[in-house]
Every structure is written in structure tokens, then in C-alpha cells.
């Protein structure tokens, strides 16, 4: 389930984010002074970023009550910027899933009626002061990125003929090299793991049987076949 952008102002008596510990969340980096853009939206007053293994959390250092969270399953691409034609300060880039609704216009609808509507937010920077940061910041989102891969949905895999299952006994192979192995099991190279496209179709992984057992069932039949006439 896609969550987007949302507020996030919990906060212990430290001031630093309150955690779900009991889920097993751990802060895995802090990152003071980090100013952040939300879409097109003029840079915001600076705060502190605080990686966990679940989400990002920025609390503003001006306001106690201002804070942004989103968690590492709604961000599909996260990267550095140092280019000042795209961007005019270093940053780190974001992109954030957000829920579409056929029902509503395109035309500003992150705001509606003056109030910004976090949930359709799809950009995110995050503007270090320290720019020399970057590559660490950037590190620590792939690493917990890792931590948070995208839910495989099985129903669908099973639906494809993805969901290839074989026992024990159905993967023995004889001979003992490689030439020899009865089962050879291939996939194209074409397929991308961890990337879903619509608009293109997934190569189907093949099963090659390479096996002489065939034949040789051939061959005895077509000797019985002979004795008998």
C-alpha cells in the first residue's frame, strides 16, 4: 500500500523522533543542518534528517510542531544532485509514490485551497548544508533500501507462471558434471530483476530438458515393436 508524504511531528523528550521500536525500527543515521524542498516548493528553514530502517524523518530545528515522514517503500528512486542547471544547491533527490486518482485535475493538485496536500507530493530534496555529506546520505538510503524491498505479490506470480516450484527429487541430477546434468534450467537475460514495466512484457523463464532417457524409450519400444512381427 502506497503512503506517500505525510506529517510526522511525534517526538521524545530529546526532541529526536519517537520510533516503533517494537516492530523492530532502529535509527541508522542523523544528519543535522538539512534543509528541505517539497515538489516546486521554495526550500524550507533547516532541520535535522534522522534515517531509520523503516522511513525518512525530518523534524525542523524552528519549529517543534513541523516534521515529514516517508517510508522507504514509497520512495522509487532516491539520488544525488550536484548539477546547479537541475537543482540550484547539492542535494539529495527523491522521488515518492503517491496514490492516483482518476477523479481529480492535474493542475495544482498538490495544493487545494492554500493547504498543500502532502500525500501528492511526488519530489522531495533534501539540502544538506554540509554538501560533502552527500555520498554518506546516499549510502545509508541504499543500504536501507535493501532493508525495505518491494512486496512480491503472489497471486500475480502464480497468474505470470513465475511461481516455478520443484522438489528435491525433480532437481537430481546424474552423471555428476555439468555436461551430464539431465536438468538444465535457463532464464533470458533480458528480464531486469526488481523492475516492473507495464508496457513490456517479462521473458518467461524455459526449461530445457536435455535428457537421453527419451530416446532410449523410443529405441526399446521400436525393438518390441519388431520382435513381435
Given at each position: 500500500?502506497?503512503?506517500?508524504?505525510?506529517?510526522?511531528?511525534?517526538?521524545?523528550?530529546?526532541?529526536?523522533?519517537?520510533?516503533?521500536?517494537?516492530?523492530?525500527?532502529?535509527?541508522?543515521?542523523?544528519?543535522?543542518?538539512?534543509?528541505v524542498a517539497?515538489?516546486?516548493?521554495s526550500?524550507?528553514?533547516?532541520?535535522t534528517l534522522?534515517?531509520?530502517?523503516?522511513?525518512?524523518?525530518?523534524?525542523?530545528?524552528?519549529?517543534?510542531?513541523k516534521?515529514?515522514?516517508?517510508?522507504?517503500?514509497?520512495?522509487?528512486?532516491?539520488a544525488?544532485?550536484?548539477?546547479?542547471?537541475?537543482y540550484?544547491?547539492?542535494?539529495?533527490?527523491?522521488?515518492i509514490?503517491v496514490?492516483?486518482?482518476?477523479?481529480?485535475?492535474?493542475?495544482?493538485?498538490e495544493?487545494?485551497?492554500?493547504v498543500?496536500?502532502?500525500?501528492?507530493?511526488?519530489?522531495?530534496?533534501?539540502?544538506?548544508?554540509?554538501?560533502?555529506?552527500?555520498?554518506?546520505l546516499?549510502?545509508?538510503?541504499?543500504?536501507?533500501?535493501?532493508?525495505?524491498?518491494?512486496?512480491?505479490?503472489e497471486?500475480?506470480?502464480?497468474?505470470n507462471?513465475?511461481?516455478w516450484?520443484?522438489?528435491a527429487?525433480?532437481?537430481?541430477?546424474?552423471?555428476?558434471?555439468?555436461?551430464?546434468?539431465?536438468?538444465?534450467?535457463?532464464?533470458?537475460?533480458?528480464s531486469?530483476?526488481?523492475?516492473s514495466?507495464?508496457?513490456?512484457?517479462?521473458?518467461?523463464?524455459?526449461l530445457?530438458?536435455?535428457d537421453?532417457?527419451?530416446?532410449?524409450?523410443?529405441?526399446m519400444?521400436?525393438?518390441?515393436e519388431?520382435?513381435?512381427?
Amino acid at each position: 500500500m502506497v503512503v506517500g508524504l505525510r506529517e510526522f511531528a511525534l517526538r521524545t523528550g530529546d526532541g529526536s523522533p519517537a520510533l516503533d521500536e517494537s516492530s523492530g525500527e532502529e535509527l541508522m543515521h542523523v544528519q543535522p543542518s538539512v534543509a528541505v524542498a517539497l515538489g516546486d516548493r521554495s526550500v524550507e528553514s533547516p532541520g535535522t534528517l534522522y534515517i531509520t530502517s523503516r522511513k525518512l524523518i525530518w523534524l525542523s530545528d524552528a519549529d517543534v510542531a513541523k516534521g515529514y515522514a516517508v517510508d522507504f517503500l514509497s520512495i522509487s528512486l532516491h539520488a544525488v544532485s550536484r548539477d546547479p542547471q537541475t537543482y540550484s544547491s547539492p542535494c539529495i533527490y527523491t522521488q515518492i509514490e503517491v496514490v492516483e486518482d482518476e477523479d481529480e485535475e492535474d493542475e495544482d493538485e498538490e495544493e487545494s485551497n492554500g493547504v498543500l496536500d502532502l500525500s501528492k507530493i511526488r519530489e522531495m530534496r533534501l539540502v544538506p548544508s554540509d554538501s560533502t555529506q552527500l555520498d554518506t546520505l546516499f549510502d545509508v538510503f541504499c543500504e536501507c533500501a535493501e532493508l525495505n524491498p518491494e512486496p512480491i505479490e503472489e497471486e500475480g506470480e502464480e497468474e505470470n507462471g513465475h511461481n516455478w516450484v520443484f522438489s528435491a527429487d525433480q532437481m537430481v541430477v546424474g552423471g555428476g558434471g555439468e555436461e551430464d546434468a539431465e536438468w538444465q534450467i535457463s532464464q533470458s537475460p533480458t528480464s531486469v530483476i526488481g523492475h516492473s514495466n507495464g508496457d513490456e512484457s517479462i521473458a518467461q523463464p524455459m526449461l530445457e530438458i536435455n535428457d537421453q532417457r527419451f530416446d532410449d524409450a523410443e529405441e526399446m519400444v521400436h525393438e518390441n515393436e519388431t520382435k513381435d512381427h
